[in-house]
C-alpha cells in the first residue's frame, strides 16, 4: 500500500495524546463554565435521517452533506438514507419536538462535539471538526440573551482567551437604520449583506458594491458607510436610530443586553456595533460577536432567532444562543504540553524474576493516584531503560536490581536532578506521593 | 411531518442530560485509571477511507459497514468512497503504519468513542454504540498482558462493578489441548468454535456437536467435553496439558499472567478456565474475559494478537489488548440521579427592575463554583418561580422583591425545609458556597 493510505481521510485529523489531551482538556473547562450557568449537555446521534438535514443549509449547504448509503439489498440503488451531522442546530430543533414536554421549560442546553462537512479541506479547514453550541429555547426574556452572553464569555474567560470583546447589534437597530437611511425595503436584505463586508473591505469599495451590486442611490450609500465608519459612529446611529420606531425598540435591546450582561462580562468589555450584521438572515432580534486581540475574524457569535427552531421543524418557540469557536481557540492557544501530561514514576525492571514485586510497586503507587508505567520493551540495561523514562517525561524512576532487593530497598531515582535514595517497599507511597502532583 | 419522523434514526439514541451525565461519569472514571496506566488517548475520525474498512471484519461484518456516498459529481455514482468506524482496532493499526516511529515504543494507547454497525437493532444492541478498548503495540513481554489486564479491572473497579472474575486461557494451552486429545489438526478451529458454546449450551450438546457439526469421534467429543466441565477441570486440564510441549508453553503463560496481575486484581478474582476459548481466531497468546456476578455475558475481554497489527495492514509488531463493554456496564449500573446533578442556587425574578441585581448576584455564585440558574420564562409570581426551582431540583432559591431591595436583604431560601433567611447581598457567596457541594 502507499503509505499515504495511511493518512486520515481528506480533512481529517487523527489526535494524539498531547493534541487530544489539550482539546479535551479545553472541551472540559467549557462544560464547567456551562454546567455553573445550568445549561444541560446533549448528544445527539452522529448521523441522521437525510430528510432531516436536506433543505436546511441552502443549496450550498446542501452539496456538503456527507450522505450514507442504504444498506443490504438497498446498497445498489446507490441512494443515501442517512447523513452525518451537519451542525448542532437541526438535531436540537428535532430534539425539542420530539421531547418537547419532558425537556424543562425553557430548555437551556449545550451541544459540543464533531460536525461533518464536505467542505474543500484547507488551513484551518476541516471536514471533521468540533462545534460548541449553547442555546435557550422557549424564553423571551432578555435575561436569556444575556446568560448566553455570559456563559461564552465565561467560557472564554475559563480557557484562558485574553483581552476580548462582546461586539453587540440587533436586527430591529439594522432594521431601523435601513428605515432612516431610506433603503427601499426590497434592497434591504443586499445592503445588510454589503455592510457586513466594512470589517474586511475598505469604505469606499463598500460603498461602490451598496451602488453596484445593491442598486442603491450613491448619496445613501456614502452617507451610510460613512457614518457607520466615523469615530463617532455610535454617537451617529444612537441619534439616527432614535427617530424610527424599530430603532427605538433595537437600541433598547441593545442597551438591556448591554445592562445585564455587565455584572459578569463588565460595561469595558462590550460594545455596540453598529455595523454588526451577523450573515444569517435567520436571527430576529440581538445579535453579537465576540472578537479577541490577536486573532483574525471572531471567535464566538450568536443572537436571538425567534423562529429558527420551526423552520428546521421544530414547534415555534423563541429561541437564543451562541457558539464558539472552538477549533479555532484550541488553534490559537498556547500549544505547550502542560507539567499534568507527564508520568509520576517510571518503574524500570532489570531482573525479570522481580516482575511480580515490580507490579505490586505499580499497583500501589496507582492505588494512590500516580501515573505509573512499567518497563514493556526487552532491554535488561539500566541506561536503555532510564533513558525511556526521560523520553516519558517521567518525574522518577524505581530502581529494582539484585542488590537492592537484597537490601530490602528500592531505589528511587529523580529524574529531574539524577539524585538517588533507597526507600523501603511498604514506605514507598508516602515517599512518592507528596512529591507528584496528582494525575489527571 | 408524522411524530416519528423525530425520532432519532433507527438504533441511535440521543442523550438528556442524566443519561449523558451518567455516561460521561463512567467514561471519565475509565479514563482516569488508564491515564494512571501510562495510556495514551488516540482519537481517530469518524470515518476512514473505505478500502481500509472492507475486507477487515470478515464478509458479514463487510455488510454492516455505514458506507458514505461520493460527493459533487460523483454522488450520482452511487459509489461509496468514505466509512463509518467499525472498530477501534482497524484506526489503531493505520495509525501505527503511519505514524510508526514518532510513537512511544511500546505504543500504549486507549481509544473510547462512538462506532457504528448497521446490525438490526434490538434490545441492548445500536446501529451507534460507543466501545472502549486499551492496546499495548509493539511488547512482546508477559508485563504488557498483566498491565491490559489489571487496567480493564482497575476500571471496572473504579466504575463500580462488583464482583467480577478474570477467566484466563491461552491460544498455545488450547492447542495443547487439541494436541493432547489427539483432535486431529484440520478439525481443531471448528472444534474449538463449539467448545466456546460450553458456556450457554448443555454438555451433551456440545458433544453431539462435535461429532455431527466437526466430524469428531464420539469418544473424543465425549471424553473433551466431560474432562472440560469436571469439577476438577483444572486439574485434569494442567495434568493434560504437561503432555504437550504447547501446552506447557501455554500454562506457563497462564500462570506468568495469574502472577503479574495478582498484586493488582487478587488472586481470588482471577481463574485459569481452560474452557475459555473466545471466538476470533487472530489471538496468538493469553486470552482473558471478564464476566461479573448478575451480568450475563462478559463485560471485558481480550488477550495477545501478535500479527493482527499486520494482518490490518499496519506493520509486524506483537501487541495484546482488551475491551470493556461500556455500554453494557453503563445500561446495568445503578441508574438514580446522582446529588452532583442538582442546581445549587435557582435565583427567581419577581421584580423585573432588578434584573440586572440579579445578574449580578448569579456572576458571583458562579465565580464561587455554584451551578446557579436565573428564572428565564415570563410569570412574575413567586409561587410559580419557586416550583420551577423545585422542578429544577435547587438546594436553595433567590428571592428579590421590592421589600428585600428596600431592606438591603436578598431571601435565601433553603428548598429542602423551606426555611428563609435575610442575607445582605455582599454575604451571599459566604452564605451559600459553604453550604452546596462544588458543582462539576
Redesign the interface.
Known amino acids: 500500500?502507499a503509505?499515504q493510505?495511511?493518512?486520515?481521510?481528506s480533512g481529517?485529523?487523527?489526535?494524539?495524546?498531547d493534541a487530544?489531551?489539550r482539546r479535551?482538556r479545553v472541551f472540559t473547562q467549557i462544560r464547567?463554565v456551562f454546567?455553573?450557568?445550568?445549561f444541560?449537555?446533549?448528544?445527539?446521534?452522529?448521523?441522521?435521517?437525510l430528510?432531516?438535514l436536506t433543505g436546511k443549509y441552502g443549496d450550498e449547504g446542501d452539496?456538503?452533506i456527507?450522505?450514507?448509503?442504504r444498506?443490504?439489498e438497498h446498497?445498489?440503488?446507490?441512494?443515501?438514507d442517512?447523513a452525518?451531522r451537519y451542525d448542532m442546530t437541526v438535531?436540537l430543533a428535532?430534539?425539542v419536538?420530539?421531547?418537547g414536554s419532558?425537556?424543562?421549560?425553557?430548555y437551556?442546553?449545550y451541544a459540543m462535539g464533531?460536525v461533518?462537512r464536505?467542505d474543500r479541506p484547507g488551513k484551518g479547514r476541516f471536514r471533521?471538526f468540533a462545534q460548541c453550541d449553547v442555546d435557550?429555547v422557549?424564553?423571551?426574556?432578555?435575561?436569556?440573551d444575556?446568560?448566553t452572553v455570559?456563559a461564552l464569555s465565561?467560557a472564554l474567560d475559563a480557557v484562558g482567551v485574553r483581552d476580548f470583546t462582546v461586539l453587540v447589534n440587533s436586527r430591529q437597530a439594522l432594521a431601523g437604520l435601513l428605515e432612516v437611511y431610506g433603503v427601499p425595503s426590497d434592497l434591504g436584505g443586499g445592503v445588510l449583506i454589503t455592510l457586513d463586508k466594512l470589517d474586511k473591505l475598505p469604505p469606499d469599495k463598500v460603498a461602490a458594491e451598496l451602488v453596484d451590486a445593491r442598486s442603491l442611490s450613491p448619496g445613501t450609500a456614502e452617507k451610510l458607510v460613512a457614518d457607520l465608519t466615523a469615530f463617532d459612529a455610535v454617537e451617529r446611529m444612537r441619534g439616527a436610530l432614535a427617530g424610527s420606531e424599530a430603532g427605538r425598540a433595537g437600541l433598547d435591546e441593545i442597551d438591556r443586553l448591554l445592562?445585564?450582561?455587565?455584572?459578569?462580562v463588565g460595561k469595558d468589555r462590550m460594545a455596540f456595533t453598529p455595523r454588526l450584521v451577523r450573515g444569517l438572515d435567520y436571527y430576529t432580534g440581538v445579535i453579537f460577536e465576540i472578537t479577541a486581540e490577536g486573532m483574525p475574524g471572531s471567535i464566538a457569535s450568536g443572537g436571538r432567532y425567534d423562529h429558527l427552531i420551526e423552520a428546521l421543524?421544530g414547534p415555534d418557540v423563541p429561541a437564543c444562543g451562541g457558539s464558539l469557536g472552538v477549533e479555532r481557540i484550541i488553534g490559537l492557544l498556547d500549544q505547550t504540553a502542560e507539567d499534568g501530561d507527564r508520568?509520576d514514576v517510571a518503574v524500570t525492571?532489570i531482573a525479570p524474576d522481580t516482575?511480580?514485586e515490580?507490579?505490586?510497586f505499580?499497583?500501589?503507587l496507582?492505588d494512590a493516584?500516580?501515573?505509573?508505567?512499567?518497563?514493556?520493551?526487552?532491554s535488561r540495561k539500566l541506561a536503555k531503560q532510564l533513558k525511556w523514562a526521560a523520553?516519558?517525561r517521567a518525574r522518577f524512576a524505581l530502581i529494582y536490581g539484585a542488590a537492592d532487593r537484597e537490601a530490602g530497598v528500592v531505589t528511587v531515582r529523580d529524574m529531574d536532578t539524577g539524585d538517588q535514595s533507597q526507600v523501603p517497599p511498604e514506605e514507598l507511597v508516602a515517599h512518592l506521593a507528596g512529591r507528584c502532583a496528582p494525575?489527571?
Open positions: 500500500m503509505s493510505q495511511f493518512e486520515p481521510p481529517t485529523r487523527d489526535f494524539l495524546a487530544l489531551r479535551e464547567e454546567a455553573r450557568y445550568g444541560e449537555p446533549l448528544q445527539t446521534p452522529a448521523f441522521e435521517r430528510e432531516t452539496k456538503l456527507f450522505k450514507i448509503l444498506r443490504g446498497e445498489a440503488t446507490g441512494e443515501a442517512l452525518l438535531p428535532r430534539v419536538a420530539t421531547y419532558k425537556l424543562p421549560t425553557p437551556k442546553r464533531p461533518w464536505a471533521e435557550v422557549g424564553s423571551s426574556s432578555p435575561l436569556a444575556a446568560e455570559c465565561d445592562e445585564l450582561a455587565a455584572p459578569k421543524g508520568t525492571l516482575a511480580a515490580i507490579m505490586g505499580a499497583a500501589r496507582r493516584g500516580l501515573r505509573t508505567e512499567i518497563y514493556l520493551a526487552s523520553d516519558r494525575s489527571s
